[in-house]
């Protein structure tokens, strides 16, 4: 009868074990969640395993996360908010998170403004830039072509365009083009036609 107490007690205590949450030698272990999510314009790795949507995940205290958020097409990672306490670079699209108690964290994307760039164009006297314009300040979008017209005055020629002309077409011709890689100042040339005699 001994024999059977001492084995239900045994018993009683191997059951008791296997209910606790622990570690090898049956001590007790601390475990915090770690909510992700992420605005519209990108997606989230978490230690190299793509999220989809709001997703929680459970670690023991102190476990260090591997935080990716990678933009779309024409959108750029702004910076982690929430429980951001522990993230080692908020600011950084790649950075770890130390997880040491329940945390719920955003990935926060905006969409990209175009690049934009201004065009300066002037003509001496004896002409003039019909296309677009001139001694006016353009404004367009990084890669623009823009549409170069000259029209010069009775008795005149055009000879060429000086300035910033690395992107201009032909720079010898009257009707050519530009594409906007950079702010610009440009100018159109004119010379009196020749008598021929």
């Known amino acids: 009868m001994k024999r059977v107490k001492i084995f239900l007690i045994i018993i009683a205590l ?22 992700i999510d992420n605005t519209t314009g990108g997606s989230v790795t978490v230690d190299n395993v793509a999220i989809s949507g709001g997703l929680t995940l459970t670690y023991e205290v102190g476990t ?29 699209s790649q950075t ?18 175009p690049v934009q760039y201004s065009l300066t164009i ?13 001694a006016t300040f353009f404004i367009y979008e990084k890669g623009t072509v823009v549409n170069l017209l000259t029209k010069p005055d009775t008795g005149y020629e055009f000879v060429r365009w000086t300035g910033d002309v690395d992107t201009i077409a032909n ?13 610009y100042y440009i100018c159109a040339h004119f010379r009196e036609i020749p008598v021929v005699c």
């Open 171 to 183: 720079v010898n011709a009257a009707s050519t083009t530009i594409t906007m890689n950079g702010d």
């Open 122 to 134: 002037i003509s001496p006297a004896h002409g003039s830039v019909i296309t677009p314009g001139e």
């Open 14 to 35: 191997i059951v008791g074990t296997a209910g606790c949450g622990g570690d090898d030698i049956g001590n007790s272990v601390e475990a915090y969640t770690l909510t």
């Open 64 to 92: 260090v996360v591997s935080l990716n958020a990678s933009p779309d097409s024409g959108y750029q990672f702004l910076h982690w908010t929430g429980d951001v306490y522990t993230i080692d670079n908020v600011h950084a």
């Open 96 to 113: 770890v998170i130390t997880v040491n108690g329940n945390y719920s964290i955003m990935a926060e994307f905006e969409v990209l403004q």
